[in-house]
């Protein structure tokens, strides 16, 4: 008999200490009982990372990478082991096992590595044998057992791998969250939770800053077809699924808005229009390291042009460095930088098939009496970068014109 | 050009925070700048692994052995990899490992488990490139890749089998004490530092309860000739070297002395003298789990003998219920027992070739007043039991008696 398996995932506060482990420990026991295998995915306790982070630089403030991997491993190798102690006093059979363990192979890149095969027959085995199985999140090893880390975001693309891998029904990721929402509830409090989003609208509302779920775990999870369930560690309540694209997600236009703050634009106004000018920009920026979001190229006259994009806030002044030393290169005749912005989304595989969703998010804006910056469009996204003090009253508004205060079934067209 | 190596161990309080970390690396860089390869041996620091065991036994009063394993073994990965950032930030090319990362085989005995083998060539081609090694101890991996821990005196050991798998010069064990006394100096003020000690005569000392190295370290060193070199962590002084017995040692009479106290003595009086009826009652107590030491049995009569054993105090309810339990069996008169002893002892390899050393051990004590309750010998050991609260005073009469307060070299006959 092949058993259907659960990936489940509990971040640091859902394992931060000996109660909430036990409360996390009797989610996955009353799955084991409706039938399913469970593979548990922790992270490190609570605080741990941080303590050892400060550890660490206490002895040397630009420590090994490697052995940055090395020491931060430890936190989520505690976690499992606890965990599964935790099962036992319940009377299930649990086993832990670290990213080592069940070679999780990855790149080599220290503090960011990349997944690259799992073994999954181990797990099977243990699944098979009746044992709920505990899996370290966050780390693994290269191919000469060098222990990495995935870098942010690390144990959710660890349950996503392993349920990929594992060929899961679901991967569960418990949060301090019940789901994700059609705009953050801290900013419009009508927002209502989705029952569920797809891969891409999900990624794009996470470029736009929107904290719930990793990209790199939401690409994993699109590239090998898992499913992901992101609900609540202490409530029963069901939360968001993110999924494939499925028909009735294109009759709801609008699935969500974000808002992004502590951007900058920077804007090289009179640049010769002449081929290649953009790329010595852009080429100059990347050898700065800095990341660039939502370039605009406006032709001034038939020799200048215009270039602006947004950066972090924290890359302002590498930004601002970068530019300024390519500036008598191609000709630029003023710089200009803007720090007071914020930019406004909408999100929605809809779009794809609807009219005059551009215009319904401006019209909100202009009733609102919030002057727009700049625009900027994908596929699925509509941006406009307003000023920073307008952005909450920007959000409200565009909520309000595309019914995120409802669920998508009760919405108009 | 193949370098000479030392393997150099710091304990849970060499290595307890970032100033012993860094003081404990200035002794290894001293070393390397003698021009030699060093492989550190390092335990988790301080408190770390009483706070994790308290963490286990929160969720589960009798955590799976293999959790525990699992858990413990992090405190040294955090020790190694903190240990190498420390020297990377002196300035000195280091990598830690793991126990599975150097492949450390042991046995499945979980919590206690007996190493089987060790991959030096991976520590081998870390020193040729001219990095210090620092390896976990205490910790191992069976050939299914769970963790395992050595148990008590773990990385004592660990230090001493990586030494002897490198072929190394020497293993320095530091510790808080700056070598081996002829005596406990807490109790014998006079007592003097050694130079040197054999083997045999620290183990005997050691199964007598003067804690400086454990057993089963030291029976590592004897098997495969390793130089263990005890010193403190803390002075830059020569210690105590454990090394296998030259001829000089044999002009020492007596090496040490010791005290062993939480004793108890368990006597069978009466009991039918006949074969079998010893083993019986010893089978009867393994099965108890009871560790005996120092049995004695005489003859009473043709058909009687008496037989006496002494046990940890720890031990004595077991035994005590366990003798109970075969009195009848043996056809014993009376048990009796004392939880009121304590045993001095002498040891020294040069017994072999003195005559007279238990008389003077004997008179010694007559001469303080102290009455001798029983006696055992070994080859190179002479024990008594006293009342337990003339222990220190028999101690001191024996230390004085052969001059356990002067070097080896300045004393009489």
């Known amino acids: 008999m092949i058993m259907a398996i659960i990936v489940q995932k509990f971040g640091g506060t859902s394992v931060a200490d000996a109660k909430k482990i036990r409360r996390a420990a009797k989610r996955v026991i009353k799955t084991v009982e409706n039938g399913f295998g469970v593979v548990v995915v922790a992270s490190a306790r609570g605080k741990q990372t941080d303590q050892l982070v400060a550890d660490a630089l206490e002895l040397n403030p630009n420590p090994p990478k490697r052995e940055m991997d090395q020491l931060l491993s430890t936190g989520e190798q505690q976690s499992v082991s606890l965990f599964a102690m935790a099962l036992d006093a319940m009377g299930y059979d649990a086993i832990s096992f670290t990213g080592s363990q069940i070679r999780m192979m990855t790149d080599s890149v220290h503090t960011k590595a990349r ?126 699924i993110i999924t494939h694209e499925v028909p009735q997600m294109e009759g709801v236009v609008v699935s969500g808005a974000t808002i992004q703050k502590d951007m900058a634009k920077i804007g090289l106004v009179g640049v010769d229009n002449i081929p290649g000018n953009a790329a010595k920009v852009f080429a100059h920026l990347a050898k700065a390291k800095v990341i660039v979001n939502d370039i605009v190229q406006t032709e001034l006259s038939a020799e200048k042009a215009n270039l602006s994009f947004m950066v972090d806030i924290s890359d302002l002044a590498a930004a601002r460095e970068a530019v300024e030393q390519i500036q008598d290169d191609v000709h630029c005749e003023r710089i200009f930088v803007r720090d007071d912005i914020a930019e406004v989304s909408v999100v929605g595989v809809g779009m794809r098939s609807h009219y005059g969703v551009a215009e319904k998010m401006f019209s909100a804006l202009a009733k609102a009496q919030i002057n727009i910056d700049s625009i900027t469009t994908s596929e699925i996204r509509i941006s406009c970068a307003v000023d920073e003090d307008q952005a909450e009253k920007a959000l409200e508004a565009v909520c309000v014109a595309f019914e995120l205060d409802k669920p998508a079934k009760q919405r108009g067209s």
């Open 115 to 240: 997944i690259k095969s799992i073994d999954a027959e181990r797990i099977h085995k243990q699944l098979d044998q009746g044992r709920i199985v505990i899996v370290a999140g966050f780390q693994g090893i290269d191919e000469h057992e060098n222990i990495t880390t995935l870098g942010r975001g690390g144990s959710d693309t660890t349950a996503v791998a392993l349920a990929a891998a594992l060929g899961a029904e679901q991967c569960e990721i418990y949060t301090d969250v019940d789901g994700i929402y059609t705009a953050d509830p801290r900013i419009f409090k009508e927002a209502v939770k989705m029952d569920q989003i797809s891969y891409d609208e999900i990624l794009e509302m996470a470029s736009l800053g929107a904290g719930v779920m990793h990209p790199r775990a939401v690409e994993f999870g699109k590239k090998y077809d898992v499913k992901i369930h992101v609900r609540s560690s202490s409530e029963q309540t069901e939360g968001t």
